[in-house]
């Protein structure tokens, strides 16, 4: 029997989808499960471009150019125009979501074991995407204590090799929620245009900001128009995952050139995903505010909720859906597998993500985990009863002397 290839025994994980066997056995078990392990919103995709999909009158659902529909190419430069983003149809290439996005940025920039830096813990399928590419990530480490902000200029240069060849944020963060302001984005340039580097910037939940932050786009950074390289997606925005419709923007020619030769080696994206995402640029402006809102109230629970667990350690994030917690447990792993196997509250329980699988320094994160409000406000409350419970009752649960060492440490 022949054997399969090294890469594919070593494709890392997905640490957000990696407990859903255990998931599916604990629904069949009669157990209801929470979902906050992935972005999965719960919000209506909007009805409209629903309906757009649906009145398509067609014969034949042909490729679409390699690019993308021009049509939709053309509309996203009047989108990106209300962030202050001023760029031309022949800049944007439309891919089969975020996640081919940042594949064909790797593999257009990047060459074998060149080096990208990342600040952890970071969108864990970065890991995979890396592996697939044979590039590797270099990562600069935030702590939970400060809500994950970006270190100083310098930890990012000291982290600068010979290899290195970009720097790689998401702004606002997943999986952290930290928000990200224009003087940050600004030293990031500064370093990359001294190193002569890349700037590779996920901006998918640039509309979820909360607390009065308003968003500022790597695309309008001065100077470095040659290294910004900004990756895009409709799927959280307007609540449209399945639609698998993103994009790379870039006015470096060199690049969008490499990155046509890769788009026109898988055909085109998709269809009728295309369809969809140009009518939503149709949507009216109220969906997305309520949505924003939708989600800051959502966070609010979250965070209050989290605050009042004995021995958690969490923040208040300042954008996109998520949070990170830090549990008084011996290994989030353990604890949720544990919340789906053994523990339920009236029938409940919650699936979370462990938080190791989007770190890439080995032992960090262990004790961490990732939450993704993507529930309704009632929902969420019930999850976090089903969370404190478990917290409580956990069996590899640190002893209350052990819980105060590590607070009075992380002060």
Known sequence: M??????GENVPMSPFRKLIPFADKAKQSGKHVYHLNIGQPDIETPAYALQQVRATN???????????LASYRKKLTHYYRKFHIEVNAEEVIVTTGASEAIQFAFLACLDQQDEVIVPEPFYAN???FAQIADVRIRPVTCSIDDGFKLPDTAAFEQAITTDTKGIFITNPNNPTGCFYSRESLE?????????SLFLFVDEVYREFCYDGKEFFSALNLRGVE???IVLDSISKRYSACGARVGAIVTRNKAVLAAVTRYAKLRLSPPGL?????????DVEETYMQEVKAEYARRRDVVFRRLSNMRGVVSYRPGGAFYCFAKFPIDSAERFCLWMLEDFDLNGATVMLSPGEGFYATPGLGVDEVRIAYVLNTDALEAAMDCLDAGLQAYPG???EERISSVKAAAQ
């Open 397 to 399: 649960r640190r002893s």
């Open 273 to 281: 995903g295309q369809i969809l995402a140009e009518a939503t640029l």
């Open 187 to 195: 030293s990031l340039a500064e370093l990359c245009r001294k190193y």
């Open 226 to 228: 040659e290294h910004v």
């Open 2 to 7: 022949p054997s399969i290839s090294k890469r």
């Open 58 to 68: 067609m014969k034949v659902l042909e490729y679409s150019p390699a690019e993308g």
């Open 126 to 128: 970065y890991n995979g």
